[in-house]
């Protein structure tokens, strides 16, 4: 059950919609992540490669005057990244653009990428390529999957083979960068992220989406709950 599916878009961009950050983070590390990545010049560039719909680049751009660039593949989230920057005033500053983003070949002094590290593939693939983007001295804030528990056949069969915290935070040693800070969601970012992705779906009102939305509480409640965990990384280039 993947975005990819095209029976199931409707579903996640609804769900999406209904998100201010479409990854398990609370109010409270999002205000944290954006003090830890205060940027060491004032005329930095941040640049998020698989923004969404730009929620945290938007935070970054605002506390620090930043201007920065958001990337993703998905129109619908984009659309609401540039309203979300219009109605903060950040129309002029930050940008968003539709593409790829193993495409991109600029450097930024901060870049974020959340929740994405699937687009390289897997999180080493991700933590290389992100690596040749982050300016040195700069930062790079990576959000990924993790295992916190050992997973059973059918968790597996779905996230893959992810590392650990531990195994995540190597990763990125050994893709060049050095880890100022490694932090993981709580069961109650998770347990709030999981409720309100379900309820945009729900929000469609149909038996089908209903439908969906119960399969993936059932999954997460039955099987992926404390299994899958989030990771958050602030890494510099060594
Ligand atoms: C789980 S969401 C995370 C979004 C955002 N970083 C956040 O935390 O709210 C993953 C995002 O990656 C985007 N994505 C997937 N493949 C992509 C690609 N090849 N290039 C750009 N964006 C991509 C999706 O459209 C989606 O918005």
């Known amino acids: 059950m993947t975005p990819d599916d095209e029976d199931l878009r409707p579903y996640f961009d609804a769900a999406a919609q209904n998100l201010t950050f479409n990854s398990p983070l609370g109010a409270a590390r999002a205000a944290d992540l954006v003090e830890r990545l205060a940027p060491p010049t004032p005329d930095a560039h941040v640049l998020d490669l698989g923004c969404g719909s730009g929620e945290l680049l938007l935070r970054l751009c605002e506390r620090h005057g930043l201007a920065g660039d958001g990337v993703d593949r998905a129109p619908a989230d984009l659309e609401r990244a540039r309203q979300r920057a219009r109605t903060r005033g950040l129309g002029d500053r930050v940008a968003f653009h539709e593409g790829d983003a193993t495409t991109w070949d600029t450097t930024a002094t901060v870049v974020l990428n959340v929740g994405a590290g699937h687009i390289w593939g897997s999180a080493p693939a991700a933590l290389t390529a992100l690596h040749r983007r982050t300016e040195a001295g700069g930062r790079l804030l990576f959000g990924d999957g993790v295992y916190d528990a050992e997973p059973d056949a059918a968790v597996r069969e779905v996230f893959g083979d992810l ?14 960068f050095r880890v100022l800070h490694a932090a993981a969601s709580s069961q109650a ?45 602030v890494l510099t280039p060594a």
């Open 189 to 233: 970012e998770w347990d709030d992220f999981e409720s309100d992705w379900r309820a945009g779906i729900e929000r469609l009102g149909t038996p089908g989406a209903r439908a969906f939305s119960d399969q993936r509480r059932d999954e997460y409640l039955g099987g992926y709950r404390g299994v899958v965990g989030f990771a958050w990384l």
């Open 163 to 176: 590392p650990d915290l531990a195994g995540l935070a190597r990763a990125a040693t050994d893709a060049g």
